[in-house]
């Protein structure tokens, strides 16, 4: 896949603080790639870095090809930026928003017309698009600031924490908005946020950022073999009945399965770390030696896991 922003050792020191360390990374065109840390991470200084707002201290930024440092104008012509807090003119409606920001990018006033109202059906506004955006919701300036960034059709959208403030509804909405640019038009998006339930819902990889340092990349599954090494599977199993065959015990059956690392067995319930998904090889197994399942349930590590380990019970405090 086409590389569309590459960072390398990209590092901002004010004084002697560093925001941003050292800095590798590679988002490939069309992918959406979740940029996780906590607050004061350098989520938000590594964002500035990127469109050409702020200068690096050391290393290379590339977006689109391009340099933002030396040509920051031609970045934020291929680059979408929605901020945390979208800023409106409240007295303006819907659609005068969208056509201003439309008639900045060197359109018509006919072009802006056709474009406003057309993406102002794509985020779901077409009903409010006459009422001013003082009165539109928090959900509903996110969804004009996606139909703002989009005017100008961009090769890269930069959402930094857009879902701040937004009732779950709202979330589910905007998120899927965001799956379906990416999957229909080819969009690459780089999501910052902390929320880590709605980028593990919406994003292809994500990075997990602290103190300035990207520690771990990667999809879900990757990053939980990286963390959990050979156990990244656990399996709980409850049986009933007696074997039909001479195989021995259900301990000594199930851990004859490949991948199978450790087994332990408390009150009828089998706990099975794995180094891969063998539920399938297990059902069959244990039903083929003539015992019941009564209870067959996967746990996979998900981006809580990988977050608590980084964040608060692992690398943090190391």
Avoid: W
Avoid at 58 to 82: A, F, M, N, Q, T
Avoid at 136 to 156: C, F, H, N, T
């Amino acid at each position: 896949m086409d590389e569309i922003i590459k960072l390398t050792g990209l590092t901002k020191k004010y004084g002697e603080f560093t925001a941003v360390d050292h800095l590798d990374l590679s988002i490939n065109k069309g992918e959406v790639f979740g940029l996780l840390g906590p607050n004061g991470a350098g989520k938000s200084t590594t964002i500035l870095m990127l469109l050409g707002l702020t200068e690096p201290t050391e290393g290379s930024v590339s977006v689109c090809g391009i340099d933002p440092i030396s040509r920051p104008v031609d970045v934020k012509k291929r680059v979408g930026y929605l901020p945390e807090d979208v800023g409106f003119y409240d007295r303006y409606t819907g659609l005068e928003n969208l056509m201003f920001t439309a008639q900045l990018n060197d359109m018509s006033k006919a072009e802006a017309y056709d474009k406003a109202t057309k993406l102002l059906e794509r985020v779901g506004l077409a009903e409010q698009a006459d009422k001013k955006t003082g009165v539109y919701s928090r959900g509903m300036r996110q969804r004009l600031g996606l139909a703002d960034v989009l005017i100008k059709d961009p090769e890269v959208i930069i959402l930094d924490e857009p879902i701040l403030g937004i009732d779950p509804y709202g979330v589910r909405e905007f998120l899927d908005l965001i799956i379906k640019l990416s999957k229909e038009e080819g969009l690459t998006v780089l999501f910052s946020s902390h929320h880590l339930y709605q980028v593990q819902q919406v994003c292809d990889r994500v990075g997990l950022f602290v103190s300035g340092k990207l520690l771990a990349e990667g999809n879900i599954n990757s990053l939980s073999q990286q963390l959990f090494g050979n156990n990244a599977y656990t399996v709980e199993l409850g049986i009933s009945g007696t074997t039909s065959n001479n195989k021995g015990t259900p301990e000594d059956i199930i851990k004859n399965i490949d991948g199978v690392i450790s087994v332990n067995s408390e009150k009828g319930k089998y706990l099975i770390e794995c180094s891969r998904d063998v539920t399938p090889e297990i059902s069959k197994e244990i039903i083929n030696s003539g015992l019941n399942i009564t209870s067959l349930n996967k746990k996979e590590y998900g981006l809580d896991d990988i977050y608590y380990h980084y964040f608060e019970g692992g690398t943090k405090n190391e």
